[in-house]
Nanobody
Framework: QVQLVESGGGLVQPGGSLRLSCAAS????????MGWYRQAPGKERELVAV???????NYADSVKDRFTIYRDNAKNTVYLEMNSLKPEDTAVYYC??????????????WGQGTLVTVSS
């Protein structure tokens, strides 16, 4: 049993900042890639940012230079620092992780989602 628990969403004004956190817990021996996705009302879920186990990152063009993804491997936690937020960033943000279980197997897990609303 594994679990991803997100926190940090909320209401913020345009131009403001938020930091999302996602902690993994349960029975696994390691974590491969971790990432953040989002789904706005009436739209499909899209990738926001991903970070590999080695620290390499990739971002959606729409968030480059505004969002930063990083992870703390000792805490099994991934973060998303969001700056210069825009109304179009409003969405439910989901954490995603590829967990390594024993015997060696890869398990994709999702968090429950946290709502980010950017509005004045």
């Amino acid at each position: 049993q594994v679990q991803l628990v997100e926190s940090g969403g909320g209401l913020v004004q345009p131009g403001g900042s938020l930091r999302l956190s996602c902690a993994a817990s349960g029975s696994f021996v390691g974590i491969n890639a971790m990432g953040w996705y989002r789904q706005a009302p009436g739209k499909e879920r899209e990738l926001v940012a991903v970070i590999s186990s080695g620290g390499s990152t990739n971002y959606a063009d729409s968030v480059k230079d505004r969002f930063t993804i990083y992870r703390d491997n000792a805490k099994n936690t991934v973060y998303l620092e969001m700056n210069s937020l825009k109304p179009e960033d409003t969405a439910v943000y989901y954490c995603n992780a590829i967990l390594i279980t024993a015997p060696i197997n890869y398990l994709e897990s999702w968090g429950q989602g946290t709502l980010v609303t950017v509005s004045s």
